[in-house]
């Protein structure tokens, strides 16, 4: 039986939006969190009649926000919409979004400048260079409204002004990402000429104070006391313990680990291809220990056509040493939702020496993750210390 367009808007192309989370690689929880808010969306275009020719983001938020979903995942549904009709958009099916910027004005012009400036220069991802000019443009809003103005003008009391009325709010914001994204705004036109001073280097950092918390690092006798955890015999132990080790010899991050390919292990050369941060692939050495452990996992294991290192299969109920709530810590660290000092950063500062005030721990991690600008790893601690 055919459906109609007004019972159905979205026909198949929910079907192919499936199709194409599971190619990349998303969880089939995570799937199903997408074909619910999709189907609420579905239905509510039915339901107003909105072709899908007439659905944009701004349209597909506004419809989301009118379903019977839950209220308190409303951030979570607004994400999800807007990448389903990216998708749509990346097909020709629906609306692109308008340029929030007139590409032939001179904020437009600066706009596209400092984009190839982070695309070229910086290797930034795209989520990373979208993010950087929204801070960007909220900051030249500020102290210009809507024209550009004479970039000469902006002095420091103008940044510290604008992150004083951006952090003064209930509750209060402590992402450190506004300091950075307008560090690396100032440096672009200090860089460029378009500013006679680095404004950059006056750029106070968002106050984090903590109260009682998990440990920045792990030590190396912690580490090893959770590798002897992870170690234990069946195919989730040997993986677990192969992945891990990745992150405790060679300070990757969650992404790289599960980003390795089959291919992009050279056995005969002892090094292993690690896919990083702006795109950059780098070659390192593969410890011996690894090595083994890879080894074992892929021949007993990975009986998987994917050229994917890490397959996730879904573990037994019980599995030997391992409680339900220890599964479910082990598998959130490999999926990089713990990407936090108390886990991922925490392994790999462990490698280096705990409890270092001068901050060489972190700049020899910063080595080991292949930092763009390694002498400039430990400036933070540098400047912390010297405030104390």
Sequence with gaps: MKTSKTSNP??????????????QFYRPITIAD????????????????????????????????????PSCRAKHNRFMVHSFVKFLVGLGVAKPTPESVPADTERGLLKRAY??????????????????????DRFLTFRFGEELGNLLEIKAADITAFLQHATT??????????????????????????????????????????????PRHFTPEQVETL????????????????????????????PEVIAIQIDDI??????????GKGKRHDCVPLPPDVGEALTDYIRQDRNHVTRSLRHWTPPASSVQGWSGAELHFAERVLQGWFEAPCAI?????????????????????????????????????DLRKARR
């Design 169 to 214: 709010r209930k509750p209060p914001l402590r992402d450190k990402t506004l300091s950075s994204h307008l560090r690396n705004f100032f440096r672009y036109l200090f860089r460029d000429g378009k500013t006679t001073t680095n404004l950059s280097l006056g750029i106070p950092s968002v106050a984090q104070r903590y109260g009682a918390r998990l």
């Design 227 to 254: 590798l002897k955890a992870i170690r234990i015999d069946g195919p989730s132990g040997r993986r677990n313990y192969a992945m891990v080790l990745l992150i405790a010899r060679l300070g990757l991050r969650a």
């Design 345 to 381: 950063r925490g392994i790999a500062y462990a490698s280096a020496q705990p409890g270092d005030e001068s901050g060489q721990a972190r700049r020899t991690v910063g080595r080991d993750r292949r930092h763009a600008s390694p002498p400039f790893a430990g400036v933070h601690d």
């Design 10 to 23: 979205l026909g198949t192309y929910l079907k192919q939006f499936q199709e194409h989370l599971e190619r």
């Design 115 to 136: 984009e190839e400036y982070l695309r070229r220069q910086r290797g930034l991802s795209e989520r990373t260079i979208f993010h950087s000019w929204r801070i960007a």
């Design 34 to 69: 997408y074909d619910r808010c999709l189907t609420a969306l579905n239905s509510k275009m039915a339901e107003l009649r909105v072709s899908l020719e007439e659905l944009d983001e701004d349209t597909a938020v506004d419809l989301i926000a009118k379903s019977d979903l």
């Design 266 to 275: 050279d056995w005969r050369a002892g090094e292993i291809i690690v896919r």
